[in-house]
């Protein structure tokens, strides 16, 4: 795996970053979607109220414009 890395370029590497956090972040929304559709099937069932409220957050900070890109957010650990 060091072979490969020491070959990319750092766009490169960016890009094969923001492909794995797509992917991943794809998967999660899947899981999340299947089991928000799952309990709709359940009369009782509730989201925990942490994770709802969490929920509603990211999808305002979504619908505004709220997000960072990779170089901001480096930044922003330095």
Partial sequence: MENVLGTLTAKE?????????????????TQL???LIG??????SELQPEFASSLRRSIEQASFGESVDLESFREQIE
Avoid: G
Wanted: charged content about 40%; glycine content about 0%; aromatic content about 8%.
């Fill in 13 to 29: 590497f960016e890009e094969m970053i923001e492909n794995t956090i797509d992917k991943r972040l794809s998967v999660w929304l």
């Fill in 33 to 35: 979607m299947d089991a």
């Fill in 39 to 44: 309990l709709q099937d359940e009369d009782n």
